[in-house]
């Protein structure tokens, strides 16, 4: 039960030129599902990457960040195994895994990017995904984005992938992405997984600063359980087919039209977060830097508590006010912090403001999608996170992950 | 359905002499419930304090705090409403209850201490409070533990309780505890309100130096939602009717006696912890400070995907790796790491231990306690910390507490 997360219409979505994608049913963990993803890149195309920061990263996390020093022809996706904490055979099933792709398209292991989502700890099934590569290889096409979607998903309800058409000095160029994730979400520069490709040219140092300012403004800011992946990836493809992107001018344009497809895709993965019924802005405003605003939200959209007020549509805005006090501000002046729901002062100088009646609190949190706002009055910083509520269904999904 | 914690045992509960307690029903929140507690101490008792770091400390910690520069003469518990986020006003409300109390005992209102508990951010309702003071003041007696215990309940499901009797060098002495909590548990130098009492002769700087001792041992050793509260407090009493304690043999007997108390009802707190159906030890060892184990057991004991997969008995324990992982430990060698599921040896050097049966995680996290042992195999340093899982009813409560 996504909130308002329609799927993508298919006719919205843009080919990439020099960016094929072909999937293919492997039975990695279900029969019957989409669960592999090749995807082709141009010769001369530039990758750049931002990765998890969990000390346990995946075997492929590993494995793609020491292929990216080549240049990049092919990624795989898999879903269903996460191949992390896996250990030394971990990286050997996944370097098989690019081998034989490798050997398919005519290039070699390391210009193959390799991605696994799904359960940890077990072991990649590479009979299954490699005997599943003909197929996906028989499926590439430039309009297979909504396929491809598909075909990252694990516990997503709905396949994530958007577009934007921006215009560069040289002419036309395209932004298209896809990503999935739904639960052990709290990118640490990065999301589960998402790949947003351009056909604009853009050279490897241009591509790799954009990458990392686009993950900041985008999938760094969305948390649905504060549980940071291990396998967390994002891929900001540059084909080189399309228009010259060079220029300062062009690449602002670019990288803006960048960040609106990125934050799309962030802000969809929060929508169908497990079991989520609300999606909800948290903005911490006046701090003394981004980084204490940050660390006030993140305290605000982790609290078990403020999450189950928001699914009971509860304005019990005391549990916000404790997760701010407990966010690890030591020098905070409470007495100097108002909160908001929406455009509803709740609270005044660290208190319950006199004017604020419960109606509205309840009036404000019943709608689907709402904003919190604390604002600190003690600097100019400000933060912004988007996250969702912790209902029944997230137990559920998570308690029922495996079976 | 708290986790083997059946209610105390009223005979094993012994009065503490110099130590008298009364409660009342006065209606703050519900009708019909004890909610109001007072604590009345022998003339020259000491009192030592432990308080909540929460920012937005509650009014009642603020007063105790500085009351706590005086002899104490009472103290006096309501729940049903915390008197937090109230700024200025639930200051003077604080005030207010401690001066009635004094005008009653004969005594100042600096004499006094306040606690509350319950409600954030609403008006406390000083006026039934003080017209409940009465019937508390009459019910004084040294043999109302149990029931003083089952006045400072909210959400708990068993009133949490329990005595050591020990011996020191001069007789026998007795150490008597009760405490609350239940959800918002993270405490961070105390519980949500935790009382334990000796007779025993301690000086004011010594009992100081025990409750902070204390509190580190128990307290501050178990996390149901890693929600801080604004309200914790743990208070430690020596009413000094009884032998003296001040040799440095004495004192090291009697805080151990205070330790087994204290972590007796930390542990009930975890035990009847908000929809709980398992307690959960969490021991990191090996690891090059204390610190650094306590912060990777908090990431394990805090992750919403670990707590479901307790809940479920689903030894999906990649979980419990990336949580690891995302602990923030920078240079953490994940190569190294063993995890162990009781004696299960589930993960060694970073991966799946080729041993390992999944039926034989699943059999040990089937029952009600089992231990999560992280070895981090880099030093000497470890810590234990207590909690429970997360589950459907954890949800229901929190999303159903002001209804």
Same mark, same amino acid.
């Given at each position: ?18 960016? *094929?994608?072909?999937? &293919? ?12 993803? /090749? ?6 195309? &530039?990758?750049?990457? /931002? ?7 995946? &075997? ?7 292929? $990216? ?25 996944? $370097?098989?895994? %690019? ?11 390391? *210009?193959?990017?390799?991605? !696994?989502?799904?359960?940890?700890? #077990? ?6 995904? @490699? ?71 853009? !050279?490897?140092?241009? $591509? ?9 403004? +985008?999938?760094? %800011? /969305?948390?649905?359980?504060? =549980? ?14 399309? /228009? ?13 039209? @960048?960040? #609106? ?23 911490? #405003?006046?701090?003394? +830097?981004? &980084?204490? %605003?940050?660390? @006030? ?16 549509? =509860?304005?019990?805005?005391?549990? @916000? $006010? ?10 905070? =002046? ?23 009646? *419960? ?9 689907? *999608? ?22 029944? =269904? ?5 308690? #029922?992950?495996?079976?």
């Amino acid at each position: 039960m996504a909130v308002n997360l329609p799927p993508p219409d298919p006719k919205l979505l843009c080919p990439v030129p020099g960016v *094929e994608l072909g999937v &293919a049913m492997a039975g990695i963990k279900k029969p019957n599902r989409k669960d592999l993803l /090749v995807m082709r890149l141009a010769a001369g195309a &530039a990758v750049a990457g /931002v990765f998890t920061r969990n000390r346990f990263c995946a &075997a492929p996390v590993l494995l793609a960040k020491k292929h $990216l020093r080549h240049p990049v022809r092919a990624l795989v996706v898999n879903t269903g195994n996460a191949n992390a904490g896996t250990g030394k055979d971990g990286l050997q099933r996944a $370097l098989t895994v %690019c081998g034989a792709l490798a050997a398919k398209l005519q290039s070699r292991p390391v *210009e193959v990017l390799p991605f !696994s989502t799904g359960v940890i700890m #077990e072991p990649l099934p590479v009979e299954r995904i @490699i005997a599943g590569l003909p197929a996906a290889i028989a499926d590439l096409r430039a309009d297979n984005w909504l396929s491809a979607a598909q075909a990252i998903m694990t516990t997503d309800t709905v396949p994530k992938a958007c577009s934007r058409k921006v215009r560069l000095s040289g002419g036309a160029a395209v932004v298209t992405g896809i990503a999935k994730g739904a639960g052990m979400i709290r990118p640490d520069m990065a999301t589960m997984l998402g790949f947003v490709a351009t056909d604009a040219k853009v !050279s490897g140092a241009a $591509l790799r600063r954009m990458a990392k300012s686009v993950a900041d403004q +985008s999938f760094n %800011c /969305v948390t649905v359980d504060g =549980d940071t992946s291990t396998n967390d990836a994002f891929m900001l493809i540059s084909s080189g087919l399309g /228009v010259d992107a060079r220029s300062e001018k062009d690449r602002k344009i670019l990288e803006q039209a @960048i960040v #609106e497809v990125s934050r799309q895709l962030a802000q969809a993965i929060v929508r169908d977060g497990e079991g989520a019924t609300k999606f909800v802005t948290v903005t911490v #405003e006046r701090g003394r +830097s981004e &980084a204490e %605003c940050r660390k @006030i939200a993140y305290a605000i959209a982790h609290s078990p508590l403020v999450k189950t007020a928001f699914f009971a549509s =509860d304005p019990n805005l005391g549990r @916000i $006010l404790a997760a701010i006090g407990y966010a690890g501000i030591r020098n905070l =002046d409470t007495g100097r912090v108002d909160l908001y729901l929406d455009d509803v002062l709740v609270a005044k100088a660290g208190a319950r403001h006199p004017s604020y009646v *419960e109606e509205h609190g309840v009036k404000a949190m019943q709608k689907p *999608e709402f904003t919190v706002r604390a604002v600190l009055n003690r600097g100019k910083a400000a933060a912004t996170l988007w996250t969702c509520d912790l209902s029944f =269904d997230y137990v559920k999904i998570n308690a #029922e992950y495996r079976t």
